[in-house]
C-alpha cells in the first residue's frame, strides 16, 4: 500500500513513544491479568493500517487516534468486566469508555461489540501536558468475553 511520505515521518517519530507506552501498558495489564486468570493480547497498529484508518476520514488530525498501540484483556465472565475497567482506571488516566452496547453501528458494519477504554499513561507532571512525550499518546483497552 502506498502512504504519503509525511505520514510515513510522522509514524516514526511517534513509533519510540508508542513502543514505550507498549511496554509500560503491558507490563501493568499482563500482571493483572496473570493474577487474575484473564488472557491477554496486543499489538502496535503498522503504518498500512493506520494509512487506511486515516483514508476514512473518521480522523481529522493525528492526536485524534487513540489505538497506536490497543490491548485486549480477555475474560471468561461479563461480571469480570467492572473489575478490569476499575483496575485500568486506578491505573491509567482512561479518557473515555464505550461500554458494550453503546456503539452505535449497524452489525454489518461494525462486528466487534465490546467495552473500549481510551486511555494515557499517568502523569505527575503537568508540564508534560504540552510537549510530545509518552504521557500524550492514547491506548486503547479492549474487554472481551471469552466464548
Known amino acids: 500500500m502506498k502512504y504519503p511520505s509525511i505520514l ?3 509514524y516514526q ?8 507506552v507498549a511496554k509500560r501498558v503491558k507490563s501493568t495489564l499482563v500482571n493483572f491479568c496473570d493474577n487474575k486468570g484473564y ?4 499489538r502496535i497498529k503498522t503504518i498500512e493500517s493506520l494509512a487506511e484508518k486515516i483514508e476514512t476520514g473518521r480522523f481529522k488530525k493525528w492526536s485524534d487516534l487513540n489505538d497506536l498501540f490497543a490491548c485486549t ?30 456503539a452505535k453501528k449497524a452489525p454489518d458494519v461494525f462486528k466487534f461489540d465490546s467495552t473500549r477504554l481510551s486511555a494515557k499513561l499517568k502523569s505527575i507532571d503537568p508540564s508534560l501536558d504540552e510537549s510530545l ?15
Not at 13 to 20: D, G, K, N
Not at 76 to 102: A, H, M, W, Y
Not at 135 to 145: D, G, R
Open 8 to 10: 510515513d515521518r510522522q
Open 13 to 20: 517519530q511517534y513509533l519510540p513513544l508508542v513502543e514505550e
Open 39 to 42: 488472557a491477554f493480547t496486543s
Open 133 to 147: 512525550n509518552i504521557f500524550n499518546v492514547f491506548f486503547e483497552i479492549q474487554i472481551i468475553k471469552c466464548f
Open 73 to 102: 484483556v480477555i475474560i471468561p465472565r461479563l461480571s469480570q468486566e467492572q473489575e478490569v475497567i476499575d483496575f485500568c482506571q486506578n491505573s491509567f488516566n482512561v479518557t473515555k469508555t464505550l461500554k458494550r452496547g453503546q
